[in-house]
């Protein structure tokens, strides 16, 4: 089949594209300093790597992560970037698996997905990131093309062998790899329960929508070949899943009372986080940093559930009546928050604002299922909304979960903006305006994305950096002195003495060489270490200041900070903040002091 040029075009846009992917990912891939959570990691890794040493803490997360960078350790060095690679290309190996979508996409919605998943402000830094949530979006991608795919296979058979005995080997294939994509998502984060979850719901709500459960019984008395090779490709499926799941966590095949004991450890542990509020924010956490930073996908992503869910009037009354619905929902937060005594006979005080609130986007989420036609849309619907419902709730508010609601929303906007501009009428007033929004939020896009990885990447105004990195210029100075005064004496085997405790997790990964650190160090003993590491704070006299005045001139004195952060407040959100992340205040920091000894002052 030829090609015309417009196609032409949008294929090289597209592979320009993944190599852009490829590039803004690996480039200066090691240059920012560990963040905690990847300092945390790394060190479990390099003792994986180095000792053969690993047990399943759900607090770090599943074993996946951890056995496939140990074997890029073994391969390349336990490095910063080493740690960062595999997160790197899968993250932009995501825009490889959008080609299998292509028929549900279109060519131009292809492209735009390409565009959204390459430049993303989000999913860009968290592929520079040595955490799971970019392997697991990778595998939730993954799991959707097998899926998609299988279901293309069958529809394929059902039409094409009309009662013979031919049966397409590729759907094997990709139950297989499906299972696999699946298992390594539980394998590396426990929120992929949350996505089984869903998928187990989404498959109910179909099997009810397509009519299935009409002729179950009847097959279940009479089974024939149409029925039982479906459950035997089911049973297939979670067999796969299963011995996945049991090699990473047990090393065994299939070890079901060692499968039972991690699911077990890591459901009760993530409730109690839940429970605790051990990280939690209000209902509405994620809304700010997708307006800052995924503009045109969630305007875009929001105006493709319209276009594809109301296409008749009767959705449009639904929508009028959740409209209805939230207009109440304010009114009773004003009555409650007016008169507090009326105000406890309203569910506003004992049920979650998250709920309350977003309740209706799981409705609307679930009624997509019925209704909209395209089954592809339908699920993205009813994941993006769902995905959203689930981590209002859930308490742990932390800024890389918005990966989740975030992937299908942009393949909505990609589609939808697929269908819309091959037709776009640039001269109508629609058209233009259009035009105009998706390149003013488009280039705010990119530039909130080239600001956040190549310019704020340790920047703590940037919502997407978390408190627990360190700032760059303060952090590698401390790296480069210890490196410097270690290597005057005994190089690695350099005695250094670490009273901090908090500076424990940072350090075990920057210290993994070192074989004399000394941990928990009490500021009563003898300190005669060349490198010596101490608390600072805002007291009168600090531990930094007690340490300064024992150790007298014999050792200098470099002040440094673990993390940095700000309590945001309404009145930061001024245009010099939304264009270049200014604020009108230096940031609060964990501040910590290093003394070390010159070889010229022994």
């Known amino acids: 089949m030829t090609m015309n040029k417009r196609q032409i075009a949008l294929y090289l846009v597209f592979i320009l594209i993944m190599l852009l992917a490829f590039f803004l990912r690996l480039y200066h891939l090691d240059e920012r300093v560990f963040h905690h959570d990847e300092a945390a990691v790394g060190y479990y890794t390099y003792k994986l790597f180095n000792d053969g040493v690993y047990s399943y803490d759900p607090s770090f997360h599943g074993p996946f992560m951890y056995h496939v960078t140990s074997e890029m350790y073994r391969r390349i060095g336990d490095t910063i970037y080493a740690s960062r690679l595999l997160p790197a290309i899968l993250g932009a190996s995501m825009i490889f698996l959008l080609i299998p979508l292509r028929r549900y996409l279109g060519n131009t919605g292809t492209v735009m997905a390409a565009f959204f998943l390459a430049l993303s402000p989000s999913f860009l830094y968290y592929s520079r990131f040595y955490r799971e949530d970019i392997f697991i979006s990778f595998f939730t991608l993954l799991a959707l093309v097998c899926a998609v795919k299988y279901a293309e296979a069958y529809a394929q058979d059902i039409r094409s062998v009309c009662g013979s005995n031919l049966y397409s080997i590729e759907r094997i294939f990709y139950l297989a790899i499906g299972g696999i994509a699946i298992s390594s998502m539980a394998a590396l984060k426990e929120n992929a329960y949350i996505i089984l979850a869903l998928i187990a719901l989404f498959l109910f709500l179909f099997f009810i929508r397509e009519g299935w459960y009409r002729s179950l019984i009847e097959r279940l008395k009479r089974p024939d070949k149409e029925f039982l090779i479906p459950v035997a490709e089911v049973l297939f499926l979670v067999i796969v899943i299963l011995i996945v799941f049991s090699l990473f966590y047990t090393g065994k095949l299939l070890d079901i009372s060692g499968m039972k004991v991690a699911v077990e450890k890591a459901v009760t542990h993530w409730y109690e986080m839940h429970r605790i509020q051990r990280m939690g924010g209000p209902y509405y956490y994620y809304l700010p940093i997708f307006a800052l930073y995924e503009l045109p996908v969630l305007v875009f992503g929001m105006l493709g559930m319209f276009y594809y869910g109301c296409k008749d009037r009767k959705k449009e009354k639904l929508l009028a009546v959740l409209l209805i619905y939230w207009v109440f929902v304010d009114i009773m937060y004003l009555i409650a928050q007016s008169y507090p005594l009326a105000g406890k006979f309203l569910p506003t005080t004992y049920v979650q604002s998250s709920i309350l609130i977003f309740l209706p986007i799981l409705v609307l989420g679930i009624i997509g299922v019925f209704y909209i036609q395209n089954r592809f849309i339908a699920f993205m619907v009813f994941w993006a909304l769902s995905n959203i419902f689930i981590y209002s709730y ?200 290093l003394f070390y000894k010159p070889k010229s002052q022994e």
């Not at 210029?473 to 190089?491: A, D, G, H, M, V």
């Open 394 to 593: 859930v308490q742990e508010k932390v800024p890389w979960l918005v990966l989740n609601p975030l992937l299908p929303l942009t393949l909505i906007a990609a589609a939808y903006l697929g269908e819309l501009l091959p037709g776009l009428n640039i001269r109508s007033r629609a058209g233009a305006a259009a035009v105009i929004f998706l390149v003013i939020s488009s280039s705010f896009f990119v530039h909130s994305s080239l600001l956040l990885n190549y310019e704020n990447y340790t920047n703590p105004a940037e919502p997407l950096i978390q408190a627990s990195q360190p700032p760059q210029e303060k952090f590698s100075e401390f790296l480069n002195k210890t490196f410097e005064i270690s290597s005057q004496y005994r190089n690695q085997s350099t005695d250094i003495q670490v009273i901090d405790v908090n500076m424990e997790t940072q350090l075990l990964w920057y210290a993994r060489h070192y074989s004399n650190v000394h941990w928990r160090v009490h500021l009563d003993a003898e300190f005669n270490a060349p490198l010596i590491v101490v608390h600072d704070s805002d007291e009168d006299e600090t531990e930094a200041d007690i340490m300064q005045r024992d150790l007298g001139s014999r050792y200098v004195r470099l002040d440094s900070a673990k993390m940095s952060w700000y309590w945001f407040r309404l009145s930061d959100i001024t245009p010099d903040y939304i264009l270049w992340r200014k604020m009108n205040r230096p940031p609060d920091e964990y501040r910590f002091v």
